[in-house]
T-cell receptor, first 115, second 114 residues
Framework: AQSVAQPEDQVNVAEGNPLTVKCTYS??????LFWYVQYPNRGLQFLLK??????LVKGSYGFEAEFNKSQTSFHLKKPSALVSDSALYFC?????????????FGAGTILRVKS | GAGVSQSPRYKVAKRGQDVALRCDPI?????LFWYQQALGQGPEFLTY????????KSGLPSDRFFAERPEGSVSTLKIQRTQQEDSAVYLC????????????FGPGTRLLVL
């Protein structure tokens, strides 16, 4: 069965520093991987996805993620963190159902960016 | 353009009451999903529609949970005889079609059962 692990409950970063939010996955077959961000009292906003192709995927708001097949990881990165990046981040993997696809999410990582 | 909308945003119910949660997907999106997000956890899949057909309901936790999408657009998630463990945020998502990988989420309905 497909699964996702986000090993850190919380990541603290100073504004202007690079940030990394970690994600590892377990799938059978080719992985389809996603990052979403959730702000308080709001739904999930799509950031980026990896389907195939380049291992470095660029997404919204300056975020990028690096797919590493050998380490089964898909870490989210940003070169320079902003205070406004503070939110809850979810990694997800596609799970194929008989008639469609669903997303299987990790438990989430709280990102706190301090000025 | 308009995103996925959900109503109500907040719902307080007494244990044993029935509730109905509404989802308006992005116009033209064929696929619609419901997820349940418990406090401090990631969303978990409940059910999936392709147009009006409910093709997977394997995530529904009990037969008290029922979902429909009669005209292939708006969907309603109904919970009968609510229990305290039903308290969660219920998220709706839609995608363009079955083969589309990206799901777009609504703001969710926060349900509190007292």
């Amino acid at each position: 069965a497909q699964s996702v692990a986000q090993p850190e409950d919380q990541v603290n970063v100073a504004e202007g520093n690079p940030l990394t939010v970690k994600c590892t996955y377990s799938v059978s077959g080719n992985p389809y991987l996603f990052w979403y961000v959730q702000y308080p009292n709001r739904g999930l906003q799509f950031l980026l996805k990896y389907i195939t192709g380049d291992n470095l995927v660029k997404g919204s708001y300056g975020f990028e993620a690096e797919f590493n097949k050998s380490q089964t990881s898909f870490h989210l990165k940003k070169p320079s963190a902003l205070v406004s990046d503070s939110a809850l981040y979810f990694c997800a993997v596609r799970a194929v159902m008989e008639y469609g696809n669903k997303l299987v999410f990790g438990a989430g990582t709280i990102l706190r960016v301090k000025s | 353009g308009a995103g996925v909308s959900q109503s109500p945003r907040y719902k307080v119910a007494k244990r044993g009451q029935d509730v109905a949660l509404r989802c308006d997907p992005i116009s033209g999106h064929v696929s619609l999903f419901w997820y349940q997000q418990a406090l401090g956890q990631g969303p978990e899949f409940l059910t999936y529609f392709q147009n009006e057909a409910q093709l997977d309901k394997s995530g529904l936790p009990s037969d008290r949970f029922f979902a429909e999408r009669p005209e292939g657009s708006v969907s309603t998630l109904k919970i009968q005889r609510t229990q305290q463990e039903d308290s969660a945020v219920y998220l709706c998502a839609s995608s363009v079609n079955r083969g589309s990988e990206t799901q777009y989420f609504g703001p969710g309905t926060r349900l509190l059962v007292l």
